[in-house]
């Protein structure tokens, strides 16, 4: 803040010297004239309050944008994790118990529950048999979808993601879509709890435009 003041010190100087040097009618010169220095410790702190808020607005902002980049992360590596069959992956971007809800029923799962769940989806989907370049695929395939997910912060430690899962088929149906809400505790962001449906989302449809008020000339 000093050098503020200093700046403003030397611009009230250099307005002093440059009134004292026009003479002439209209260019009236008070003698020791000079700004009060209330005027000068005004400005000076307008500045500095400026000044501080700016820095402030992006620490805010940065901080912002790296939670958002933790949580999608987390998130990445839940889902991956399932789909992939990595169970170290998706365990650990867990806080247990995790509550689970599909379909309208909910259950809590516990890290036993959530290994028998990856390896059923491994039984499934035969995924232990993925070759290095397909799994490579489907994991850039899942961050893409991440990276397009909808975060929202539900508070200053709680937050939710929502992702799609199986775009529309048609125009008649929406997206089938996800939700998994983290907490963050001991500086990060763990999945906490999920939501799924099987049935897609309803298809957006835009309203028709109103038709518009008939001009003077239309009208019976």
Not at 83 to 105: K, Q, W
Request: proline share 6%.
């Amino acid at each position: 803040m000093s050098t503020t003041c200093d700046g403003c010190l030397r611009m009230t100087s250099a307005s002093h010297s440059e009134s004292s040097s026009h003479t002439g009618p209209g260019w009236p010169r008070p003698s020791g004239w000079r700004l009060p220095a209330w005027v000068i410790i005004a400005v000076c702190l307008v500045a500095a309050g400026s000044r501080l808020w700016c820095l402030g607005a992006s620490a805010r902002q940065t901080t912002v944008e790296n939670d958002e980049k933790q949580i999608r992360q987390a998130a990445f590596r839940y889902y991956a994790g399932m789909v992939l069959g990595d169970e170290a992956m998706c365990v650990g971007a867990v806080a247990f118990p995790m509550y689970s809800v599909r379909n309208g029923t909910g259950r809590l799962i516990d890290e036993k529950s959530l290994r028998a769940v990856v390896a059923e989806v491994i039984r499934r989907r035969k995924s232990s048999d993925l070759t290095e370049e397909v799994r490579k695929r489907i994991a850039a395939n899942t961050l893409a979808v991440f990276e397009e997910a909808s975060i929202q912060f539900i508070g200053g430690d709680t937050a939710s993601v929502v992702f799609v899962v199986r775009p529309a088929p048609s125009r008649d149906f929406g997206d089938t879509l996800a939700q998994l809400v983290l907490y963050r505790k001991g500086g990060h962001w763990r999945v906490i709890a999920e939501f799924t449906d099987s049935k897609p989302a309803p298809a957006f449809t835009a309203e028709p435009p109103a038709e518009p008020e008939p001009s003077l000339e239309q009208r019976p």
